[in-house]
């Protein structure tokens, strides 16, 4: 007995094939989840690069004002900058956030 197979899209756009009875095999729906489960990964790791690639960003800006400000070097800003963050008690990106938004260091 042959059984026709439909691909049906499902609502993330990834195809699925079922039979005339509307039925996914275990080893379809197995895969299926694998694949979501490795998309939800890629997607929360994308989200964090982003952070991350803002974060740098931030910091780099910070240490530029504290180079012109300083007239020292950006080793020397980063040290200045990790010294604010622990005398703080904050996060050296949190720092930096002030520093961009005030212009004071």
Known sequence: M????????DERGMADQHDQAGRVSVSDRDELARLREQLAKYEAEIANLKIALQTARTIGMALGIIVAGEKVTPNEAFAHLSK???KLNTKVHNVADAIVLTGQY
Request: aromatic share 0%.
């Open 2 to 9: 042959s059984i026709q197979m439909d691909m049906i899209i």
């Open 84 to 86: 604010l963050s622990n």
